[in-house]
């Protein structure tokens, strides 16, 4: 796995498959696509910057790299993805091959331009929408942290305020003199036009009879953009004694009812207003949401409360009233904001809404109150932090007279508005209140400057290039379509496909995409015909704009190989070791040989990346396919794989082994059958879409983490060290430490607990004990500095309540139903599903029929 790892320290990239199958068919039955996991703006400490312009390959329009063919004497380049000859200018006159330039040298196989002549006139662009139907105490938790946030702004940054509730308030920051607004109605979307005319745009100047108004450039004067968009420098006070002025809705909402919140077309008149002021420029927009939008073009559910909250079940059976209109407005929205350049984030939190219980079900609440409460409610997953959010799930089916209400997190429409933020490659945070530190420390990360921080960019347009015999069928990620078709476009479409050029309008150091590739050779000969063809090439070219405003372009050129052929310059030393494993001797009938070819696929096979490509899948498929049962496509995917790549005799399971490279990848599709991204039970589809959103912008190494979360055991007996994801990892004596990336878990065993609780860390003669307790916390704390959005921190005690944040994510090794009681000190799983061990068991029986 170390090669692998050196290979993305060098360009960003991993990839399931790092020697490629050499045909259409030979791709098909490998299962999982040839693909690769890319992150265009990777921190590279090393990396050159260029002060000069790319040269380009006047055919194919590549980027000159490492893997060209140069002729010093004649001073001409060879392009490795279309042989064309070019000439190289009159200013690489002196090259030669003791004079390099630094875009020729073998390890700069990853670059970037830093053109000094293009830069963005205008600066970031901040615009911030903020929504005021909740409850006092939770908008000022959001003030203090929206002003904190601006204190950390660039100075010369731009800065706008809108803010909404029944009616939506465009805030005039250069009005200095008192506080200007100006009003829209909720129920109507407004466009950029009403933009223009109701808010005094040309008051001063005649306004342009043809063209589009659009900007500094097209006729808009720069003191009327600078009345709503002012550097952070000038507008602090103004908009700190906004924020300080900022008061609850005051329209009354009846018991009955939910808030009149008009969140799409608060949404609308910021995308119309910076479509009108600075249109192709760097601008987010920050939304800070904290209820479901319940007025305009777009509503997510009634005001009335008798309307049941959408669920998973709704959409699944097709019940759901608002849903599709309201996604259909947001497709639009991020068409336009595409369109601009400029990117939506969402921070969503909510505590308000409600479920209503049937009083002929009230002995049945008892019940499950009591059932609750004796074994925690397993079987029903996570939960929240303060209730057991299992029990809402069973009692949100009624739907009969009202008499009690319960609370029910997480409610604001991120299902909706998944298409917007993910196609601009906007940032999202779902916490369950604006005080938590979830969403506090999660802000902050966007705007400090340090190691950790975020490296937020701009307006970026993403290409890609590649040998003959590759094509591409689209990308999973934060990015949408610019439909450059061409003759690289596949057929087949996956993501957002039919093009070889992408808008990625918002994007960071962590940003990474999934490219999935598609072999268009008929016949496997093809591939070892000639020399040449035995090593492929791809490229990819991501033009941004840097944090600084000037415009960069990073190339990054790849070297693989086809199967069977010569090794490459980069991916050469797969084959490694792997000639050792151990086959069949060739005279038994019925066991399986693996020929040179598998044994080149195997090697070449990063199973961490491969996980991670078919999570991006599956959660594709759930979202776009109907009547897609993905529990049944990844069982069914993951016998293919076995049945092909591992070793054994005929209708002999016990005869079965797997190449050290596949071995873990059954326990990878193992956790990602129970993950979150699979599994929808007692999450809500908001949860859910956050979910799926933020594994899509991940790269392999935090993927993985979600898909199967990390587990570090912590003892008397020894330092910190891995432990296996098993409930047998449980011991009344020891601290756990579970990572899953969205939660972090510090679980003490009950005699620990008993310790601490008896304070014997605070005994001179117990400090071993005292560092025992701190080290799982140093370590939560690194997680959680580095991590965005800032993971939930959550410190629980064996047969605790909140133990089944832990217990939820375990291999159920040891259950209710089991014949062995557990260890002493150990713990058992309230759960029916099946243990990791049975899993493998059935995955081999049929791996070998």
């Not at 097209?218 to 002012?230: K, M, P, T, V, Y």
């Not at 490694?576 to 598998?598: C, N, P, S, Y």
Request: one cysteine or more; glycine letters at 6%; aromatic letters at 10%.
């Amino acid at each position: 796995m170390a090669e692998f790892l050196d290979l993305e320290l060098q360009d960003g990239v991993r990839m399931p498959w790092n020697v490629f199958p050499g045909s259409k068919q030979e791709s098909t039955s490998c299962v999982v696509p040839v693909s690769a996991i890319y992150t265009p703006l990777k921190s590279f400490p090393n990396m050159p910057v260029l002060p000069y312009p790319p040269l380009r390959c006047r055919t194919c329009r590549s980027v000159l790299n490492p893997f060209s063919i140069v002729d010093f004497m004649a001073k001409i380049w060879i392009c490795p993805f279309c042989f064309q000859r070019n000439h190289f200018p009159p200013h690489y006159a002196s090259i030669s091959e003791d004079n390099l330039p630094a875009e020729l040298f073998p390890q700069y196989t990853t670059i970037e331009y830093e053109s000094p002549i293009e830069k963005s006139s205008v600066p970031p662009v901040f615009l911030f929408v903020v929504d005021t139907c909740m409850i006092e105490e939770e908008l000022g938790f959001l003030k203090s942290a929206l002003s904190q946030a601006i204190d950390l702004l660039p100075d010369n940054s731009l800065v706008g305020l809108i803010t909404f509730g029944t009616y939506v308030h465009v805030h005039e920051l250069g009005f200095g003199q008192i506080s200007k607004t100006y009003v829209f109605k909720g129920s109507k979307e407004i466009s950029k036009d009403q933009i223009l005319e109701q808010m005094s745009f040309f008051a001063t100047k005649p306004k342009p009879s043809t063209g589009v108004i659009a900007g500094a450039r097209d006729g808009l004067s720069a003191e009327s953009i600078a009345r709503f968009l002012l550097p952070a420098s000038e507008c602090e006070f103004t908009l700190s004694s906004v924020l300080e002025e900022l008061q609850k809705d005051p329209w009354a909402v009846p018991t009955d009812q939910r808030a009149t919140r008009c969140t799409s077309t608060a949404l609308s008149a910021a995308a119309s207003l910076l479509g009108a002021c600075v249109p192709g420029s760097g601008g987010r927009i920050m939304a800070f949401i904290g209820g479901p939008s319940t007025e305009g073009p777009c509503v997510i559910v009634s005001k009335n409360l008798s309307e049941p909250i959408r669920s998973h079940k709704d959409l699944d059976k097709d019940s759901v009233s608002h849903y599709h209109k309201a996604v259909k407005f947001y497709e639009g929205l991020s068409k336009q904001l595409v369109n601009q350049g400029h990117v939506l984030d969402l921070f969503a939190c909510a505590l308000d809404q409600v479920i209503s219980l049937s009083l002929s079900l009230f002995p049945l609440y008892i019940f499950c109150v009591v059932f609750v409460s004796v074994s925690w409610f397993i079987m029903l997953g996570e939960g929240s932090d303060d209730d057991d959010s299992g029990l809402i799930h069973i009692l949100s089916e009624v739907e009969n007279s009202t008499i009690f209400q319960f609370h029910l997190h997480n409610f604001v429409g991120v299902a909706e508005l998944k298409i917007a933020v993910e196609r601009t490659g906007g940032l999202v945070v779902l916490a369950e209140s604006f005080g938590h530190s979830v969403f506090k420390d999660s802000l902050k990360h966007v705007f400090q400057s340090s190691d950790n921080d975020l490296g937020l960019s701009f307006n970026g347009i993403f290409e890609v290039n590649c040998s003959k015999d590759i094509k591409f069928q689209g990308i999973i990620g934060p990015c949408a379509s610019l439909e450059k078709k061409g003759p690289l476009c596949s057929e087949t479409i996956i993501g957002q496909g039919n093009t070889s050029a992408w808008k990625m309008c918002g994007l960071d150091k962590a940003t990474s995409l999934c490219l999935v590739f598609e072999i268009a050779k008929k016949d496997s000969s093809d591939a070892v015909g000639q020399p040449t063809s035995n090593q492929l090439y791809l490229q990819f070219l991501t033009y941004y704009q840097h944090g600084s405003g000037q415009m960069r372009l990073r190339a990054t050129t790849l070297s693989r190989r086809w199967v069977s052929g010569p090794g490459s310059i980069q991916a050469s030393f797969f084959l490694v070791g792997v000639r050792g494993w151990g086959l069949a001797g060739e005279g038994d009938e019925d066991t399986k040989i693996l020929g040179d070819e598998f044994t080149d696929l195997i090697a070449g096979f990063d199973q961490e990346a491969a996980a991670v490509v078919m999570a991006r899948l599956v959660s594709f498929k759930i979202e776009t396919e109907a009547e897609f049962d993905p529990i049944r496509w990844l069982d069914t995917s993951l016998i293919r794989i076995c049945s092909r790549f591992g070793d054994y005799q005929k209708d002999s399971p016990s005869s079965f082994s797997l190449s050290p490279r596949f071995s873990i990848f059954p326990q990878f599709m193992f956790n990602l059958r129970r993950s979150q991204f699979v599994q929808v039970f007692n999450n809500s589809p908001d949860e859910t879409a956050y979910f799926r959103m933020i594994l899509n912008r991940e790269n392999v190494a935090n993927s993985v983490v979600m898909i199967q979360p990390s587990l570090i055991s912590y003892s008397f007996h020894s330092g910190p060290e891995p432990a296996l994801l098993d409930v047998a990892a449980i011991a009344a004596d020891r601290i756990l430490l579970l990572d899953t990336y969205f939660t972090v878990v510090i679980f003490h065993g009950a005699t620990i607990a008993q310790w601490r609780n008896a304070g014997y860390q605070n005994q001179a003669e117990h400090e071993v004990f005292a560092q025992l307790l701190r080290a799982p916390h140093d370590d939560s704390d690194a997680i959680i500095k580095e991590r965005f959005p800032v993971p939930r921190l959550v410190i629980c005690d064996q047969h605790g309540s909140q133990a089944r944040f832990l217990l939820a994510k375990l291999n159920p090794s040891t259950t209710y139903n089991s014949d062995a009681p557990p260890p002493l000190g150990g713990d058992i799983i309230f759960t029916d599903d099946v243990s990791f061990e049975v899993f493998l068991d059935h995955l081999q029986r049929l791996a070998v029929q």
